[in-house]
């Protein structure tokens, strides 16, 4: 029997040209706006490690991998692996799926869940994450 392993990779920088433009210019015009308003390269430094860091899930490739067991996330310098008992549900919005700790909402599932987003593959990995939470949720 051979076990089944769903793997992709997103980028959403590369999915939508117009998106990452105005993305793009958004942060310059805040950076622009932020040297003008301090007057500061200190303040600007910090202004592009936060802001380039918080949207660094849109710059930078995110692999997904769903295994058997497991569920892998490798974005960056970062892997995580939990094992699919760690999440009790799971919410689908038309982006991706949110694995959460908890059974029922909560403010910190962001904070300790997974958030698998999808590339066109959504039926594929709505299907796996089913057949791995019976008790998930849809919203």
Do not use: H
Request: net charge positive; charged share 25%; aromatic share 18%.
């Amino acid at each position: 029997m051979s076990e089944e392993i769903l793997r992709w990779r997103s980028y959403p920088f590369k999915k939508n040209t117009k998106i990452s433009v105005l993305v793009i210019c958004f942060l310059i015009l805040c950076w622009i706006l932020v040297y003008l308003s301090t007057q500061s390269i200190l303040f600007l430094v910090i202004s592009v490690i936060i802001l380039f860091g918080s949207l660094s899930s849109f710059f930078f490739p995110t692999e997904y991998e769903l295994s058997k067991d497991k569920i892998k996330v490798r974005f960056f310098f970062t892997n995580k692996a939990k094992d699919w008992n760690y999440y009790r549900s799971f919410y689908v919005d038309k982006n991706g799926v949110l694995l959460s700790p908890f059974e029922r909402p909560s403010r910190l599932e962001n904070f300790r869940g997974i958030y698998l987003r999808f590339e066109k593959n959504k039926d594929e990995v709505i299907d796996f994450v089913k057949s791995k939470l019976k008790e998930g949720k849809k919203s």
